[in-house]
């Protein structure tokens, strides 16, 4: 036999090594689209767009439409995926349980407030993800604490309704100043370009 029959031999047996990386991003529940940015990612990678949003969006059909999942993609040579979809980012869990849509603008302002309670249940879902599984629940908890810090989110042991309610109203006119601010340095700033 000679060598080049026994490397290829060899070479068949041998499995091809994959150099490709995973795609990591964010997809909303339901809303799967070949639309950028996500079409244009799959598209790189020789995915069938089609086939991909519609798998998605089913394996994502008993979810509230809209929430954000991360996701990572693993392309075969033969043109299939691996699609592992993890739970909600932490930073969704902690605006929900805190009643707000935008976290801090400002630093040392307090965007909103969550309970212990909220942090311990935000703590057992995110212990069901994937790349947490190794880490317990109180490094989770002090994982999600430093990222509520971040976020602006004060975390209480107690929360008077009444009181939160006007935080939050207050709030809220805070926010829609901080936009009107922006506004009008936006506007000031495109006279001044003119």
Known sequence: MSKNVGRKMVKKLVEKVDHSSKLRTNILAGMASSAPPLGSQLGQRNINIGNFCKDFNQRTADMKEGIPLPCR????????????????????????AAGIR??????GEVAGKITLKHLYEIAKIKSEDRPLALLTLEQICNMIV??????????????????????????????MQHQEDLRLAKESKMLRTN
């Open 73 to 96: 993609i693993k392309v075969h040579s033969d043109r299939t995926y691996d699609l592992v979809i993890h739970k909600p980012p932490v930073t969704y869990y902690l605006k929900q």
């Open 102 to 107: 935008k976290g801090r603008m400002k630093k």
């Open 146 to 175: 430093g990222i509520a810090r971040t976020c602006g989110i004060q975390i209480v042991r107690d929360l008077d309704p009444e009181e939160y309610k006007e935080f939050l109203q207050n709030r809220e006119h805070t926010i």
